[in-house]
């Protein structure tokens, strides 16, 4: 029969890129498969829509924060797996397996993150008669640690950026960072996404980066080993989408743009790579290719370079045998669903012929929208999704609805919004315009960043550098806490006015405050927990800003940043209700929700100013806070494993005249 592989559809069920279609495969094998979803929020959606589209019976599997999650409904079924911590839960290679046996799974996909590079983890799988959606784990093992991956990306002709990682003492790794000259890039030998990377710029910095490396990276990976090598001052971050199938073939679907990053952590991703000399195109595409075939991959994988944006040189970077989260741009131009192609490599079928040689048609953008606030230094944020407004004609894979939590047990990525066209400049368009028609309300989150990102003329003209924000750091956001706040008020009264005239529950505005003589004073509290007073006036014409309303409060989108508010009493907010915490020379206190990680001190302790006084993990991150100052610790009301609010205190400090030494 013939296999059509379809646009994925947005929010709407309406196509958002042309299909290409499969030849005859025969009697279906994708069937008779029970697939157990090994992963949480939008991946296992993404996951579970393409399964139900072919017929496949899914499983979901949940820790205790996620029972009212979206992807655990959509499921044919749930199986809870643990509690929060990622160790007895989404890392538990047992807890897995028992709901597989338990709901008497066939095969399991796992998604991005968590185990699915995890060798032992598929081994496992297979070991148990289960079907392994994922590459082979020799595959997963030789590219796993970062290390034997550039070894024989070596020897197989790929270059690579000069560095070192032949031992592991503190000694020789900070010899060889003389060696190579600085600025150097200490980062994790195992694992990705950012996780455990530091830079030094000069060899005082090299001890405190390479003990937050390590830190981060056992932590994040269980291993601590790590690469030193050369830290390149233009780099762009290219990647190219792999698929291989069971029979030896491997073929790229073209390049991705990666390059807008903070914190090493990409923003926005586009396909193909902008600005790319035709040479430079073809060798990315050839040695990823190259590379695959030589550990004979089978499964979707991505083959991630250095590109030198001054010479247009490339450097193989590491290779992530799974599933990428910004793998729905490639998707968009080529017409291919990953996940579709990942299945039938899983159950033994070949890739058809026709996908030698495939070009990329088109152009399409990927914004990662996290849960994170732009005004306090991109802090994680949590909470309770409050409104939701997808703009139409976008392809949206989120993990929340309205409604949802957003706990600080997991990463604060909580959706990506795609949009594609014909052409660069009229996707990046279409984008533009997407982010301001954007709402969510509840949360703080980085759509701001992202509004003005697209108005860049370095983006405009795909000339970004994985530099960019470190070097051109965003402005405040357009719009304040008290401007929001009239536009919430007086979107508030109009919908009041509105329902009680038409018994309509929802509305979007455009408009603006204009003074009356009868206008209603209000307080509302902030997302960010600010309470704000105004006096809210009647509404006259647009103003380039909208608003979502319900009886739970009100959202604002304006000027590309989204405020959310809701109504409190008088009496509440003279109370201090939800206020913060404030900080002063004698104490440290959260930034955000957290868990206490480290440590590093003991009452009674003396420390100077900038000493690191508590490191605090917060969805999959660390943050390490240091004293204000010079002073005796006097207080440290947590421990280790301690889940804290925005505002609790960590360390509090006694008045020091001298060092006691």
Known sequence: MATDVPTIAGPDGQALMPGRSLPPSGDDPLKSMKLLVANRGEIARRVIRTAKRLGIATVAVYADPDAGAPFVSEAAEANRIGPADLSDSYLSIEAILGAARATEATAVHPGYGFLSENGAFARAVI???????GPKPEAIDVMGLKTDARRLAMEHGVPVIPGFDSSQADADLASAAADIGYPILIKAAAGGGGRGIRIAHQADQFDAALHEARTEAQRSFGNSDVIVERYITRPRHVEVQLIGDQHGTVVDLGTRECSVQRRYQKVIEEAPAPNLAPETRRGLRDRARHLGAAIGYDSAGTVEFIVDD????????????????????????????????????AAGESLPASMAGLEPVGHAFEARIAAEDPANGFAPQTGTVTHLRVPDGVRWDSAVEEGSVISPHYDSMIAKLIVGSSDRVSALESLRLALGQLIIGGVATNTGLHSWLVDRPELKEGRITTRFLDEHPPPEPPVSVDEAAELAAASWLDYRRARSASGVWSRSFGFRMTPAENSQQLFLRHHGGETVEVAAARLDGPHGA???????????????????YRLVSRSEMWSGTGRLAEADASSVIAPFPAVVAELPVSVGDYVEGGQVVVVIEAMKMLHSLAAPGSGTIAELPVRVGDQVETGQLLVRFAEAEADPE
């Open 310 to 345: 001054n010479t247009g040189d490339f450097f193989f970077l590491e290779m992530n045998t799974r599933l990428q989260v910004e793998h729905p741009v490639t998707e968009y131009v080529t017409g291919l669903d990953l996940v579709e192609l990942q299945l039938r490599s």
């Open 127 to 133: 070991d148990a008669g289960l079907i392994w959606v």
């Open 546 to 564: 909208e608003a979502v309303v319900s009886t739970t409060g009100t959202a604002i989108n304006a000027g590309g940043s989204n405020h959310s």
